[in-house]
């Protein structure tokens, strides 16, 4: 994880709001199934745990607890981490993973070293390890995304982590593996090498040559012990002033394009100047921006390939993060925890990023949201139980939408302005469709912290359904929050029958709310 979030340095504090005259105004969405994108690939509703705070000792496992099962696992987080449906689960970080050893997280939990985590100022027990982490994505039904140590490690490392996790034959680590008790290979297919490489704070922080040269070897090898797994480059994340996130981004690609599937991106948002607006609006452009620059450089650098291949972004860390950004080292940030207690406005900020997933699925193939459990999370422990936080519903909601096709929809609003950044609307919009279900989600996300927004909503094949199913996510409390036994801010759910008029209808969507809409299309 990045030691900094995005900074909204420069930007004006005016909002420049061009009028609605007080009144629902009117706009439009159009929507059209023969205009697809690309399917919403699974992976986009990944999650990622790491190695700090209260993720996983205390979170995702915490042996001799009442509430953990016999492998240390808290059975009330599995419960509550099942209907998310993570379809691919990153692990051990992060910070974490540029100075962890795996060959100290296996064997008899006993007598596993403990070490000093100067990552981000902790003791490591190694307590919870390779095969713990592989078992619990078996139980939870997640795809293993193991990152290697591309800070203080080696390539030989990486290598024999591969495998330990996924040899057949009977070599020294496939042995140890089966000592271990774990006969058949865990068969591990995406591996990340190496996380935000290009960050001063983190160990062993390389320039991009030298980066590239590691990781272009360790690609080498991991692929010459297992051919068919998948590889993401360590992409930029650092967005200071002073650093060349784009160069960084040419160069990686320039030298792995032949080797890698993926380059990662990472991307905090956070409401620094208590500006509604400005928070989902210049956070949105932003992301945005950051996914078009990366897939020209993409589509740059595969004109240049020797055997054509695709390669995608993996969003592998993402989310709402600011207010325990206190400190100027890891090591006096690591004192929060990291433990953000989320608002209703930070749910709604789920739409900024799940939207522009949705809008460059043919470049956006992976998202994990940074973190699981209790670490900018979605879900928060104590001894005695959880509570889901603001931001767990919308991830559920959106995440029905995974396999579906997404669709270049045609979206029409009153628009605003933050500083001199270019006019965005109030409503930010995307859509998908299930041929299978013959069923179209919108999803709708009012920006607008004053203004409820009526809008013609017009469908251009197909006839639409008389009726839709609504998903809202709406509170007269911006800063509302949930608690253990509280938990104030959750959707609602109802049946709205449509008048329909040319194939189309008009609905009005609230003043900062998120709505999707499940239409039927025939």
Not at 2 to 17: C, D, E, N, R, S
Not at 189 to 216: C, M, R, S, V
Not at 403 to 426: E, F, K, M, W
Not at 472 to 495: I, Q, W, Y
Request: aromatic residues 10%; neutral net charge.
């Amino acid at each position: 994880m990045k030691q900094l979030g995005i900074p909204l340095a420069g930007l004006a504090a005016l909002l420049i709001v061009l009028p609605l005259n007080g009144q629902p105004t009117q706009a439009v969405i159009r929507i059209d199934t023969n205009r697809v994108i690309s399917e919403v690939h699974p992976y986009v509703f990944g999650n990622f745990a790491e190695h700090l705070g209260r993720c996983i000792y205390g979170g995702i496992f915490e042996e001799g607890s009442p509430l953990a099962d016999p492998e240390g696992f808290r059975k009330d987080v599995m419960a509550a981490v099942k209907p998310l449906g993570v379809s691919v689960l990153r692990w051990p970080g992060g910070n974490f993973a540029s100075g962890y050893h795996w060959m100290d997280g296996i064997g008899p939990r006993d007598l596993r070293p403990a070490r000093p985590d100067h990552a981000w100022g902790a003791l490591e027990t190694n307590r919870f390890g390779t095969d713990e982490f592989l078992r619990y994505c078996e139980r939870i039904g997640a795809e293993p995304y193991i990152c290697i140590n591309a800070g203080l490690g080696t390539v030989d490392e990486a290598r024999q982590w591969v495998e330990y996790c996924n040899e057949t034959r009977p070599t020294y680590w496939a042995n140890q593996r089966r000592k271990n008790g774990r006969e058949k290979p865990w068969n591990v297919k995406i591996w990340g090498l190496g996380n935000e490489i290009d960050g001063p704070w983190q160990l062993g922080h390389k320039n991009a040559e030298d980066y590239a040269k590691f990781a272009l070897e360790a690609a080498k090898a991991m692929r010459r012990q297992d051919g068919t797994i998948s590889l993401i480059a360590s992409g930029s994340s650092n967005f200071r002033p002073d650093a060349d996130w784009i160069g960084w981004n040419r160069t990686v690609l320039e030298r792995l394009k032949d080797e890698i599937d993926y380059i990662s991106l990472h991307t905090y948002i956070g409401n620094r100047n208590n500006n509604f607006e400005e928070y989902l609006g210049a956070n949105a452009q932003d992301i945005e921006e950051r996914i078009r620059i990366v897939k020209g450089q993409i589509q740059a650098v595969q004109s240049t390939q020797r055997v054509r291949r695709p390669i995608y972004i993996a969003f592998d860390e993402w989310n709402v993060w600011y207010r325990t950004l206190q400190g100027s080292t890891e090591y006096e940030i690591a004192q929060t925890g990291l433990e953000e207690r989320y608002n209703f406005e930070d749910a709604l900020a789920m739409a900024i990023f799940f939207n522009a997933f949705f809008r460059n699925a043919d470049v956006v193939k992976m998202a994990n949201l940074a973190q699981l459990v209790n670490v900018i999370a979605p879900i928060f422990t104590n001894k005695q139980g959880l509570f889901l936080q603001t931001t767990y519903f919308p991830l559920i909601e959106y995440g029905k939408q995974r396999g579906n096709l997404s669709l270049d929809v045609q979206a029409v609003s009153p628009t605003y302005r933050i500083g001199n950044r270019p006019p965005i609307g109030y409503l930010d919009v995307s859509a998908t469709y299930s041929p299978k279900d013959r069923a179209v989600y919108v999803n709708v996300l009012n920006r607008s912290e004053k203004q409820d927004i009526a809008t013609r909503i017009e469908n251009l094949v197909g006839r639409l359904g008389s009726e839709a199913e609504v998903w809202e996510m709406n509170h007269s409390d911006l800063k509302a929050v949930n608690d253990f036994g509280a938990e104030r801010v959750r959707p609602a759910t109802r049946k709205a029958a449509l008048t329909l008029a040319n194939n189309g209808f008009t609905y009005t969507f609230p003043r900062h709310s998120l709505t999707i809409l499940r239409l039927s299309v025939q």
